[in-house]
Structures are given as structure tokens and as C-alpha cells.
């Protein structure tokens, strides 16, 4: 078994509206999630839409974090999903919605929100943390509630 590294990040200053959907999707200390592989962070941003960076530049504005250890039991897949997915565009409707809305169609993988692409790429690694068809919507606080080992909530200090 291979380990992908989920990370929960606050952030300061936060985004208002990730912060936003943050605390509407029951989160009361994370507002951001990405997956660590090999010290690069596949992640999809507001800003950015979905990414592969070096880790460092990922946390950029970060002021807490926390890791968790997800198993997999293929991680080239996990990784050439994540590939496969750099440059799609963030899906602000998506995640502006997650607390009033239910998404219909997860195999439109034309666009994705930080946790719904942090929650695929694990499942497509060979863990499906949830039945994607009965969960429709994933949040960092979904993904934060999973029974994987964690890190202790550390204070970001960039180098």
C-alpha cells in the first residue's frame, strides 16, 4: 500500500468565500484540502483551478495545517488522475452550493472543487473513502471526519 498525504490548511487572510463554504459545509477550522505525493500538492484553487506545485508554494497563505494518511493501493494511478486534471478549471458554482445543493453527476470531470478533487484522486488510487454515489457532496470537514491516522494541528512557518 502506497500513502497519499491529505492536507488541511487554514488559511490567513482567508478567501471569503472559501471560508464561507467552509463554515456553511461544517468546517469550523479548515477551509482549504490538497493531496501530497512525492512533495508536490494536487490541489484545485479559486484562483488556480486544479494544479500540481511543489508544496511550499501550495501553502502560501497558510497559518495552520493539519495531514492525514489515506492508503491506496495504486498510487501511479492516483498520480496520472491527478495529472490528467491540471489546467480544468475551479468549480465555483459547485462549491459556492455545497450547502444548499446536491451534485448530480460525478462523472463530469470537467471542473472540480478543492475536496471533490482531493476525495477522486484518492478513489481512483483504490480507496473510495465514501460511496460516491450516496455522498454527492465532499467537504474538507467530510474529509477531516475519516478514521486515518493525523497529524497533530501544526502552525505554518514557511522557511
Given amino acids: 500500500m502506497d500513502i497519499i498525504t491529505v ?3 487554514s488559511k490567513w487572510p482567508p478567501n471569503i468565500a472559501s471560508l464561507l463554504v467552509a463554515r456553511c459545509g461544517g ?6 484540502v490538497l493531496n501530497m505525493i512525492d512533495g ?6 479559486f484562483n488556480h483551478g486544479c494544479r500540481i506545485v511543489p508544496v511550499k ?3 502560501e497563505g497558510a497559518s495552520y495545517y ?5 492508503p491506496v493501493q495504486n498510487i501511479e494511478t492516483a498520480i496520472n488522475f491527478g495529472k490528467m486534471q491540471r489546467g480544468k478549471k475551479y468549480d465555483v458554482a459547485g462549491a459556492l452550493g455545497i450547502p444548499f445543493l446536491m451534485s448530480e453527476d460525478w462523472g463530469d470531470w470537467s471542473k472540480w472543487w478543492c475536496s471533490e478533487f482531493a ?3 484518492i478513489g ?8 460516491k454515489d450516496a455522498q454527492k457532496r465532499i467537504t474538507p470537514q467530510h474529509l477531516h471526519m475519516c478514521n486515518y491516522k493525523k497529524s497533530e494541528l501544526k502552525k505554518y512557518i514557511p522557511d
Avoid at 468546517?27 to 482549504?32: A, D, I, T
Avoid at 508536490?40 to 484553487?45: D, S, V
Avoid at 481512483?124 to 460511496?131: P, S, T, Y
Wanted: proline share 0%.
Fill in 7 to 9: 492536507r488541511f490548511i
Fill in 27 to 32: 468546517s469550523k477550522q479548515f477551509s482549504h
Fill in 40 to 45: 508536490m500538492a494536487y490541489e484545485a484553487t
Fill in 57 to 59: 508554494q501550495a501553502m
Fill in 66 to 70: 493539519q495531514d492525514m494518511y489515506v
Fill in 119 to 121: 476525495f477522486m484522486q
Fill in 124 to 131: 481512483i488510487g483504490g480507496n473510495f473513502l465514501f460511496d
